[in-house]
């Protein structure tokens, strides 16, 4: 029967206490989830006021087996002040955390597993909603799983990373004072008790899905050797006509019966033997093909009748059997609902309601070589999950039946051999389990002609004729000597005393490669400061191709500070090419050189380079033993630096620096023209000469150009009686200095009309027209009009009446109409009087900037919208502008474009216009 307890006291009790009674006490276990009990409690039960919300501990018992615990997380009182309470199962506990954002790299799914949980128990910190993990038969194809988390709760993370990937089921078991949570790929126990209509079974519905129903298959195997898919389309696959009577086909007599002939190709593409292809046809045909079926059932648990018969508990497979409705199979229990004072109306539900395709099977991602290797649990941690896994395995197997034939021995979750499906044979020629039956496939097996069979061989060491696979070397050694032994550091690597010392080598074969690895890694401590050291070499075959890796790595405290060093040297030949590299890391510097090969070029990258020998490019270029290069042309940038040198043919130059007195001349050292000569004039200064050479500087003034410099300040001077500039559309650019035209002198156009013109009152013209004098210190622009342009916003025009004029052309515009944005900006400003404060008297009518900065803001305009307002950054005004005895700086400095005012102007009054005019016209 059933007992409730609340915090260790009892609540329902119907055997000892009349007052230990609940009303409608239902619980709800289902597959995967916390499930759920309720409950209402009377006012007058003695534990009324102990049952506290999110605290107290609910623990439902069937006889003295504990089949639900949880804690209640909802509360609500009725008229008489009855409270009812909805609980939640011990699995919400998950609920309670979160994972924070990581990525989880080359992890087998227990470990993944683990690490969820351990992460979840480092964060609840309450002993008692803490999970270990337990026996884990869930696996990948790839044993190296890739996943992220992102602040998800542990049980999303759960569902979605590993249930919902690699399906499964979740069973929590206490053992030792500690709760562990299973993780299971076939349903944990088989129920001897058998519903069947008649007995037991009082009223079922079913849902099936009839898309895939057949009652004819037709089983195909592998191809058979020697076929020809090239010109066979569908090879010559293994069929049963040899061990089924010369038929291809197998019948199911009963559905035929009902549903009548429907046939089906079901492919079982590694079988190959006819026998083998049989019987898994016969278990596709009378088993497989119902997996999607479901049963929700009404039928009485007959264990409640007679304690002597086995109890139905979730994910228990059970038989359910009736002739008349037309099943009879072995079915999960994914679900139970129990009224615990109506045990007679317990409902349970057979099947699965949902059916997992392998779209839905996500494989890991390959990651890089590097990355595998480094994530490569330890063989310490590979031998002590496997050590866990196979513990927890044995101390979750609760049931089970022995059962001693003649010749062998039997271990089965039933005890009669046409119903188990769960058989440990073991017999004269081995010892095999099956998960199919008596008579199945045997996938896990030792057989006497030496062979052992299995998914994954898990040991400390193996050894073969051929190979050595994980073999883990550790010693651990006692310090005799200290500083002496560990001090010493070369070329980056530890030379010290170790006391660990760790070696392991492995092979790991997955879908698309094998990796083989071997990696050694020590520690040792000297002055309690850790030193480490490890090398790493592994090859990798892919299908696309082979990667080597060789590495080494080591960590060394110096005077407090860490050293770290890495050196490491690949190799990766692919269909593409052909990469090698090796790099040297110390601290931050790094060094890495390449070779790079394809069909079409190979590429080296190296600080340094050294060949030896004589080198020969395409026949062209050629460095021989002697170290001269010969070469057919060339092209340099940057300084070519030499003791001597010879050039024939021309010499094309855009710089040419000379150092002292140097000459130009020919073979015979004989001076040509042009040519640039380094003189002195009698004086202390330098001159470089251009021209015709005299033997030194005189008073003769041939035609050439000097440069000197006068103390320390550059000069430049024509020689000449006149000097022109000529080439096609040329340009003769000064920039950064200055540029002095001396009073009386000017620069002119072809026919010697001014340019730029200084008359010796300092009075400047431009234009060309005749000269004009005028007394006074002033600037001058001639002609009828002057015209300044902007390339970007248009040209202003001075006339010569003294008119000025702006360029407006609609066509280079893009035109908006003024809204009622600017109309409020308009009545919110503020004209003011204002006298400037360092050199005015005189008013002035106009606007404050920012005032008119502030309307704009407030009217929903900026400066974007209204380029009256102009506001410059870091700006200096000179004390003559200020009328100050220093300039000022200014952070920012507001003007104004009061022409931009006018078009505002204009329509405000347009629009004012109107308003009288129809005030006129209503009078």
């Known amino acids: 029967m059933y007992r409730v307890f609340c915090d260790g006291l009892p609540i329902y009790d119907t055997r000892d206490d009349e007052q230990l009674t609940l009303i409608a006490p239902v619980l709800d276990l289902q597959e995967n989830t916390s499930g759920s009990f309720d409950f209402t409690i009377h006012s007058k039960h003695p534990q009324y006021n102990n049952i506290k919300r999110m605290v107290s501990t609910i623990i439902v018992y069937q006889d003295d087996e504990e089949i639900f615990c949880g804690r209640p997380v909802e509360e609500s009182s009725d008229f008489f002040k009855r409270k009812k309470f909805h609980c939640e199962g011990e699995l919400a506990y998950l609920n309670d955390t979160i994972q924070e954002p990581a990525e989880h790299h080359n992890m087998t799914i227990r470990g993944y597993l683990e690490l969820l949980l351990n992460n979840h128990n480092a964060r609840i910190g309450d002993e008692s909603k803490k999970f270990y993990v337990g026996a884990v038969t869930v696996t990948d194809s790839n044993n190296s799983i890739y996943k992220c988390t992102n602040y998800e709760s542990t049980m999303n993370v759960i569902k979605t990373d590993l249930i919902g990937t690699f399906g499964g089921r979740l069973v929590v078991r206490k053992m030792n004072g500690k709760r562990y949570l299973d993780y299971l790929k076939d349903y944990p126990r088989t129920c001897n008790q058998v519903i069947k209509f008649g007995e037991n079974l009082l009223d079922f519905t079913k849902n099936f899905d009839m898309s895939d129903i057949c009652t004819v298959v037709i089983p195909l195997g592998a191809t ?5 898919a090239g010109t066979d389309t569908l090879g010559k696959p293994i069929t049963i006509e040899s061990v089924n009577g010369g038929k291809k086909y197998l019948v199911n007599n009963a559905g035929k019966a009902i549903y009548g002939w429907i046939e089906k190709v079901v492919k079982f593409e590694n079988v190959h033997t006819p026998s083998i292809l049989k019987e898994k046809g016969l278990a596709y045909l009378n088993t497989a093909q119902y997996e999607n079926m479901v049963l929700e059932i009404k039928a009485v648990d007959l264990h409640n009748l007679d304690v002597n018969i086995d109890k139905i508990k979730l994910l228990d497979e059970v038989r359910a059997y009736s002739t008349v409705h037309g099943f009879d199979k072995f079915f999960p229990v994914t679900k139970m609902r129990i009224p615990l004072d109506k045990p007679s109306q317990m409902v349970f539900t057979l099947g699965l309601s949902t059916k997992r395709s392998m779209t839905e099977m996500n494989h890991s991602t390959q990651q890089g070589i590097q990355q595998e290797i480094e994530a490569l649990p330890s063989p310490n941690s590979i031998l002590q999950q496997a050590i866990d896994n196979a513990t927890n395995l044995i101390h979750s197997a609760l049931n089970g039946h022995v059962v001693m034939r003649p010749n062998e021995l039997l271990i089965m979750e039933t005890d009669n051999i046409d119903t188990a499906r769960k058989v440990w044979r073991w017999n004269l020629n081995g010892l095999g389990y099956s998960s199919t039956g008596y008579n199945g496939t045997f996938a896990t097996a030792i057989t006497m002609d030496g062979q052992i069979v299995g998914s994954r061989l898990v040991a400390g060491s193996v050894s073969a004729e051929k190979i050595d696979i994980n073999y883990k070397h550790s010693v651990e050694k006692l310090i005799e000597t200290s500083e002496q032994n560990s001090n010493e550091y070369t070329d980056g690597k530890l030379q010290g005393y170790y006391t660990k010392v760790e070696t392991e080598t492995s092979i790991k074969n997955t879908a698309d490669s094998i990796l083989l690895s071997a990696k050694q890694t020590a520690e040792n401590t000297v002055n309690s400061q850790l030193k480490n050291y490890s090398t790493t070499a592994q090859v990798k075959v892919m299908v696309d191709g082979v990667t080597t890796i060789a590495q080494q790595n080591a960590e060394k405290y110096v005077n407090g500070q860490l050293t770290s060093y890495v050196q490491k040297s690949t ?19 790094e060094i890495i050189s390449a070779i790079n ?3 079409e070029q190979i590429s080296i990258n190296a600080s340094k380079i050294n060949l030896n020998g004589a080198v020969t490019m395409n026949n062209n270029v050629q460095i021989d033993s002697y170290g001269r290069l010969h070469a057919v042309n060339g092209s340099f940038e940057g300084s070519v630096t030499a003791t001597s040198g010879k ?18 001349v020919d073979s015979d050292f004989n001076k040509k023209m042009p040519v640039i000569e380094s003189v002195q004039d009698g004086s202390s200064d330098t001159k470089f000469n251009i021209g015709k050479l005299a033997s030194a500087y005189s008073g003769s003034r041939a035609s050439y150009i000097s440069f000197w410099d006068i103390g320390s300040e550059p000069y430049m001077d024509f020689y000449a009686d006149g000097f022109t500039f000529k080439g096609n559309a040329g340009e003769f650019n000064i920039e950064n200095c200055n540029v002095y035209i001396d009073q009386g002198r000017g620069l002119y156009d072809s026919d010697g009309q001014d340019i730029v013109y200084v008359e010796t009152n300092n009075k400047i013209y431009f234009g060309p027209s005749s000269r004009q004098s005028s007394a006074g210190n002033e600037t001058a622009l001639r002609g009828d009009t002057v015209r300044l342009y902007s390339h970007t916003k248009g040209a202003v025009y001075l006339g010569g009446s003294g008119s000025t004029a702006i360029t407006s052309d609609e066509t280079q515009k ?6 009622e944005r600017y109309e409020r900006f308009f009545e919110k400003l503020k004209p003011i009087d204002y006298v400037y404060k360092n050199h005015g008297h005189r008013h002035h009518l106009g606007f404050g900037a920012r005032a008119v900065e502030k309307a704009l803001l407030d009217a929903g305009l900026t400066t974007e919208d209204f380029a009256g307002v102009l506001i410059d950054k870091n700006v200096t005004l000179s004390a003559d ?10 952070p920012e400095l507001y003007s104004l474009r009061l022409a931009e005012f006018i078009a505002l102007n204009t329509h405000m009054i347009q629009k004012l216009m109107k308003r009288v005019d129809l005030l006129e016209r209503n009078k």
Do not use: C
């Open 224 to 228: 058979e050797e020697g076929a020809d």
């Open 571 to 589: 190799f990766n030949v692919t269909v593409n090419g052909i990469n090698s590299m090796v790099s040297k890391k110390i601290g931050s510097d």
């Open 597 to 599: 090969q394809s069909a």
């Open 647 to 664: 050039f024939t043919g021309t010499i094309n130059a855009v710089t040419m620096v000379a150092e002292g007195k140097y000459y130009i």
């Open 814 to 819: 893009n035109i908006f109409d003024i809204n």
């Open 881 to 890: 502008e200020m009328g100050t005895e220093q300039d000022i700086f200014f």
